[in-house]
């Protein structure tokens, strides 16, 4: 079993930046892909960006290339970053971390992954 817990969220300002932390424990990850979604009230969960296992691929939804950054701790393999920069009030939604176990391409599909955080509130407001 894998366990996964995101922290970060909070509200900002427009123009300002957060930092999502996504902390995975139990089962040794080997091969994978880690996810960002987030869900906004009322609509469907969307893709935010993804990066395979040794981080040297990363794909990003269009609505965020530029602006966001998904990253891996270079000391604790398990962590995972998505820094925010130039938040926009539609960014506004809650954000997940997700791990698609054993993967080794990047799918932009929520259900192909197999753990799930909670989610941490992101409001963009002024």
């Known amino acids: 079993q894998v366990h996964l817990e995101e922290s970060g969220g909070g509200l900002v300002q427009p123009g300002g930046t957060l930092r999502l932390s996504c902390a995975v424990s139990?089962?040794?990850?080997?091969?994978?892909?880690t996810g960002w979604f987030r869900q906004a009230p009322g609509k469907e969960r969307e893709f935010v960006a993804a990066?395979?296992?040794?981080?040297?691929?990363?794909?990003y939804a269009d609505s965020v290339k530029g602006r966001f950054t998904i990253s891996r701790d270079n000391v604790n393999k398990n962590t995972f970053y998505l820094r925010m920069n130039s938040l926009k009030p539609e960014d506004t939604a809650v954000y997940f971390c997700a791990v698609d176990y054993g993967a080794v391409q990047i799918v932009t599909s929520d259900s192909q992954y197999d753990y799930w955080g909670q989610g941490t509130q992101v409001t963009v407001s002024s």
């Open positions: 139990g089962r040794t990850l080997a091969t994978y892909v």
């Open positions: 990066m395979n296992w040794r981080g040297d691929r990363k794909s």
